[in-house]
């Protein structure tokens, strides 16, 4: 397992494009017939990719960073599948996992197995993991049903659906929300006007890209900008100090999923966009 230790606002403005891609950027993920983590000091967040292709993969503590007996002994995890038909089992029990799928894995599962329903399209497992207080029932949540926004306009580039899977008024959780953005084509910026969150962090994760599409993702303090260049199926982590939005080289999607104090999705501090530099 990767650890990653973050910085303070001051220490990134004296910092390299490649010292901030070390500590922020996740481009280790989605390989073959492994579980690829990555531990944050931010909220305790691990974030982390299965791709089952020969053989079920089973998800397993890491006991250096972790001390649990198993990896969900303290802990939630949202999983989404981006990829072909797959399933998870929790404990004996299996969830099938569809494209777009999301499933909610309560504290105190064991043993969590992925698995695809045919190795030439395989399911692509991307999880979010934060620390549970309290335990809430494992809760499969097709695409179907989870609940969307429409948001922004084709002439400011930015109109996209916001897909709630994890969240108060949806499934349940100790601290974590999740979901999926979709932008229309030909509109190419997030979270614009952008916004921080004080009460927690984020991580998102960009996909449906194709091999030669970038994503420049803008964070760090609102009147002293940092980004970064990311590509397909990359994740960048996000801390609560930091502003987040980005743009791309043409449309796309990306999972966010965010814990910390507080789960209201609407519970944050815009920023003026005359104040940005």
């Known amino acids: 397992m990767d650890v990653r230790f973050t910085s303070d606002p001051q220490s990134i403005q004296r910092m390299t494009a490649e010292e901030i891609r070390r500590l922020y950027l996740i481009d280790s993920l989605f390989v073959p017939d492994s579980t690829p983590m990555v531990y944050s000091d931010i909220d305790r967040s691990i974030t982390g990719s299965a791709v089952p292709t020969n053989r079920p993969l089973k998800l397993l503590s890491s006991k250096k960073e972790m001390a649990a007996a198993y990896f969900a002994e303290r802990r939630e995890i949202g999983v989404m599948n981006i990829g072909g038909p797959g399933a998870i089992t929790i404990d004996g029990k299996s969830y099938p996992m569809q494209a777009r799928d999301a499933?909610?894995?309560?504290?105190?599962?064991?043993?969590?197995?992925?698995?695809?329903?045919?190795?030439?399209?395989?399911?692509?497992?991307?999880?979010?993991?934060?620390?549970?207080?309290?335990?809430?029932?494992?809760?499969?949540?097709?695409?179907?049903?989870?609940?969307?926004?429409?948001l922004g306009s084709s002439a400011d580039a930015n109109k996209r659906t916001i897909n709630k899977y994890i969240h108060p008024k949806g499934t349940k959780s100790a601290q974590l929300v999740m979901g999926l953005t979709e932008l229309e084509s030909g509109s190419v910026w997030n979270t614009m006007p952008p916004h921080t969150h004080q009460?927690?962090?984020?991580?998102?994760?960009?996909?449906?890209?194709?091999?030669?599409?970038?994503?420049?993702?803008?964070?760090?303090?609102?009147?002293?900008?940092?980004?970064?260049?990311?590509?397909?199926?990359?994740?960048?982590?996000?801390?609560?100090?930091?502003?987040?939005?980005?743009?791309?080289?043409?449309?796309?999607?990306?999972?966010?999923?965010?814990?910390?104090?507080?789960?209201?999705?609407?519970?944050?501090?815009?920023?003026?966009?005359?104040?940005?530099?």
Request: aromatic share 12%.
């Open 103 to 150: 499933l909610y894995i309560g504290r105190g599962s064991q043993e969590i197995l992925f698995e695809s329903k045919s190795s030439a399209s395989p399911a692509l497992f991307y999880f979010v993991s934060y620390p549970a207080h309290e335990k809430f029932p494992t809760t499969h949540v097709p695409a179907s049903v989870a609940e969307q926004v429409k």
């Open 199 to 277: 009460r927690r962090s984020e991580v998102y994760m960009y996909f449906n890209l194709p091999e030669n599409a970038l994503v420049f993702h803008i964070m760090g303090r609102p009147d002293d900008t940092r980004h970064i260049v990311m590509r397909n199926r990359q994740a960048v982590l996000s801390p609560s100090w930091s502003m987040h939005c980005g743009v791309a080289t043409q449309s796309y999607s990306f999972i966010w999923a965010m814990g910390g104090e507080n789960q209201e999705f609407d519970d944050m501090d815009p920023i003026d966009m005359m104040s940005m530099r």
